[in-house]
């Protein structure tokens, strides 16, 4: 499951976001699909130690060896600015196998109309994603609306002008700036990625009805609601929409919080409840004390269980719940199919009851 993969290159996107390029040092091939997430573990916690996140790659299957990842410096960020500020090529990177549902097979015989919004740092499975269709399905098309602040903050920059110039009109890239540099461009739109902007492009889109097309949407919150608004109008079935978060639904609750405008969290359950986790053939009994999750209390007790993103969002600690009941604070990462199955999200989850038993991986 951790790999140890050497920094072969490094490319800056914008001043505040640079792509490492990464190998096995003896070549091995770690398999991955479009849009999926590689775990950085990166000793610049206090006292060294050990920090995950999640990056999603910017690179597709057919780079392989190579796994890139694009990182945007998060203002105060623990990881983010250490892998800007310290990453040299040659150095070690410590990973976790990439992983992920909010992938895409790519499939030489299809003919779909794909279309990717984007935000930021949110283009890149989205930018794996449109080079992986690009390549192998020369029947399929894509839109990509991308917004940014001004064109200087568009990640990809160079890249995405080659890949929609060379695509014979299979690439259709949309850009949206908030504070436009040079206003007026042709595909370019000034103001918020919201619901009338994405209404309007799509209004213009005449390859396939919006409600045939498939949606990835990656960006802020805000934005990605936005999005599913525009979609629920024009009645797109929500089977043909996928979406991943960077940054927990939680987190955006406390900042409105603060504004008084969100409820309390539900209570957690009284007392400590015992759980039972099923791992790589051993079973560990835990007892999770009150207000603790799963996952903090197994790693409190050196139990070395899968997990990244540590928010509900990545999927990376899902097990599949065998018996009892589990409350989960966030359900972000998780398809209503899988939440039918029993899937839960340890470190996110609370026993609700004493028989917890979870089957993971
Ligand atoms: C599935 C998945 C894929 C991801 N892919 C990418 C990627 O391709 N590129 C990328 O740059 N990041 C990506 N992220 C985000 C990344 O994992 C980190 O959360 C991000 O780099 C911030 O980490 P940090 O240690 O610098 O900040 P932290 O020290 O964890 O956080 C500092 C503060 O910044 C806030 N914050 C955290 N993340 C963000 C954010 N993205 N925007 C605004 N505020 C934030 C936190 O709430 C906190 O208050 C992804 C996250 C997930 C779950
Ligand atoms: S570690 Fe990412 S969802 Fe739990």
New binding site residues.
């Given amino acids: 499951m951790y790999h140890h993969l050497t920094v072969v290159a490094l490319t800056p996107e914008t001043p505040d976001?640079v792509t490492i390029h990464l190998e096995h040092p003896d070549g091995q091939v770690l398999p991955s699909q479009p849009g999926q997430?590689l775990t950085l573990i990166v000793p610049c916690g206090p006292d060294g130690r050990k920090?995950r996140?999640?990056?999603?790659l910017?690179s597709t299957p057919h780079e392989a060896p190579r796994l890139s990842?694009?990182?945007?410096?998060?203002?105060?960020?623990?990881?983010?600015?250490?892998l800007l500020d310290n990453v040299q090529v040659g150095q070690q990177l410590e990973v976790m196998a990439p992983l992920?549902n909010?992938s895409l097979v790519p499939h030489p015989q299809a003919a779909r109309s794909l279309v990717l919004v984007g935000a930021?740092?949110g283009i890149?499975?989205l930018m794996s994603i449109l080079k992986a269709v690009l390549k192998t399905e020369a029947n399929s098309r894509v839109l990509l609306v991308y917004g940014n602040r001004n064109e200087e903050s568009v990640i990809f920059q160079q890249q995405l002008n080659e890949l929609e110039g060379n695509s014979n009109g299979r690439l259709q890239i949309e850009h949206v700036y908030s504070q436009p540099l040079h206003p007026g461009g042709a595909h370019q739109h000034t103001g918020r990625l919201n619901r009338t902007a994405l209404l309007r492009i799509l209004e213009q889109r005449h390859d396939a009805p919006a409600t045939q097309a498939t949606y990835y949407l990656c960006g802020?919150d805000g934005m990605m609601a936005e999005a599913r608004a525009a979609l629920d109008l024009l009645g797109v079935p929500a089977n043909q929409i996928y979406r991943?978060?960077?940054?927990?639904a939680a987190?955006a609750a406390e900042t409105a919080a603060l504004h008084g405008d969100v409820s309390a969290a539900p209570a957690a359950p009284a007392g400590t409840r015992r759980v039972t986790i099923r791992y790589e053939g051993s079973e560990y009994v835990l007892d999770v004390p009150e207000k603790a999750t799963i996952l903090e209390t197994a790693l409190a007790q050196d139990i070395d269980l899968p997990y990244?993103?540590q928010?509900g969002?990545?999927t990376a600690c899902r097990g599949k719940c065998l018996s009892g009941k589990v409350h989960l604070d966030e359900r972000e990462g998780l398809s209503d199919a899988e939440m039918k199955q029993g899937y839960v999200l340890t470190c996110v989850g609370h026993p609700l009851t004493d028989d917890v038993v979870i089957e993971i991986g």
Avoid at 53 to 56: G, H, T
Avoid at 69 to 82: A, C, P
């Fill in positions: 976001a997430f920090e996140r999640a990056y999603s910017s990842v694009t990182v945007k410096r998060v203002t105060g960020g623990l990881v983010s600015n250490y992920g909010f930021g740092s890149t499975p802020p991943e978060s960077f940054v927990a987190e990244s993103c928010a969002l990545c």
